[in-house]
């Protein structure tokens, strides 16, 4: 059982940055598919970005892309998402997720872990 903890959460101003991380215990990591999603209230989760096993397989959502970069750390059972240029629509909590053989990356119901997120707040 794989248990996923997310931190690095808060508020900041639009233009701003702020780096989440997921730790991972429990499981081999490096065998994971590890991705993020969010949900902004009254709004449906969505995906943000996702990495497979190789450190350079990533995929990002058409929004977030060029500028959020997701990375690992196998030595540290740890997940980064480094969000820079953040707007107020990126307010939202932010979930891990982790998943040994996802067929549709990009589609939550393939995770079978997840983290109880943590919030980010965007103000203009």
């Known amino acids: 059982q794989v248990q996923l903890v997310e931190s690095g959460g808060g508020l900041v101003q639009a233009g701003g940055s702020l780096r989440l991380s997921c730790a991972a215990s429990g499981g081999t990591f490096w065998r994971y598919v590890m991705a993020w999603f969010r949900q902004a209230p009254g709004k449906e989760r969505e995906f943000v970005s996702v990495?497979?096993?190789?450190?350079?397989?990533?995929s990002y959502a058409d929004s977030v892309k060029g500028r959020f970069t997701i990375s690992r750390d196998n030595a540290k059972n740890t997940v980064y998402l480094q969000m820079n240029s953040l707007e107020p629509e990126d307010t939202a909590v932010y979930y891990c997720?982790?998943?040994?053989?996802?067929?549709?990356?990009?589609?939550?119901?393939?995770?079978?872990?997840w983290g109880r997120g943590t919030q980010v707040t965007v103000s203009s």
């Open positions: 997720a982790a998943s040994e053989h996802p067929v549709e990356i990009r589609s939550g119901t393939q995770y079978n872990y």
């Open positions: 990495i497979r096993w190789s450190y350079t397989d990533t």
